[in-house]
């Protein structure tokens, strides 16, 4: 039922605008059609323009724009300031109420920020931030797995898949049950290699 009443409120503050922003649009055309008469008027007459500038005059007072738009431009300014009271009863500001109380385990969150750092290739300032949580038992291993594929990565760079294929080769089963073809994929660019070398008897 809240949520309702929300979408209430904001369906006000929609139409509410709707209907300022076509009086905004009627008032203006109104205006610039009776400035257009004027023009007309004035350019096809011989007599001197202060009559029709006076004839003007009138005709945007009796239209008094001013009282329109401020009339529309008032109703959606009452639905604007009523609408964040609305949220405010369905939506409580009070952040506090958001979180639990539990323990912060330390230790988990240092691991995360270590990997984040080790997996951005950050080894010298994950080591740094793991000396100073002093928790350098936990990293040894995460390090070393992401330290290992970097260097895969920099001799694929320059052409060289031994290293990731050794790791492959080693981890074959791994890949089979995460239904990887990696290793067949490494084995497809080492064929194309070695026959862009021009060794055919090699690749086969």
């Known amino acids: ?9 904001f369906d006000r503050v929609a139409k509410k605008r709707k209907v300022s922003y076509s009086k905004t649009h009627e008032v203006t055309d109104l205006i610039v059609q009776e400035i257009n008469k004027a023009i007309k008027v004035m350019q096809s007459s011989t007599l ?8 003007l005059k009138k005709k945007l ?17 009452i639905a604007l300031i009523k609408y964040p009271k609305a949220l405010e009863k369905v ?3 009070d952040i506090s109420k958001a979180y639990q109380n539990i323990e912060f385990d330390s230790p988990i969150v240092n691991q995360i920020i270590a990997s984040h750092f080790y997996r951005q290739g950050l080894f010298e ?18 390090r070393s797995l992401f330290q290992e594929l970097y260097q895969m990565l920099e001799a694929m760079k320059s052409q060289n898949l031994e290293p990731a ?9 791994k890949l089979k049950e995460n239904g990887s073809d990696l290793q067949l994929r ?16 090699e690749a086969l």
Do not use: T
């Open 61 to 77: 007072q009796e239209v008094s724009p001013l009282n329109q738009l401020e009339g529309a431009q008032k109703e959606l300014n």
């Open 125 to 142: 300032v994950g080591d740094c931030f793991i000396a100073e949580a002093q928790d350098a038992e936990a990293a040894v291993a995460m």
């Open 1 to 9: 039922m809240e949520l309702h009443s929300l979408k209430d409120s």
């Open 48 to 55: 001197e323009y202060k009559s029709e500038l006076a004839e």
């Open 186 to 201: 490494i084995h497809h660019l080492q064929f194309v290699k070695i026959l862009q070398k021009g060794s055919r008897d």
């Open 91 to 93: 939506l409580n500001p």
């Open 165 to 173: 294929l050794k790791w492959a080769a080693a981890n074959s089963n």
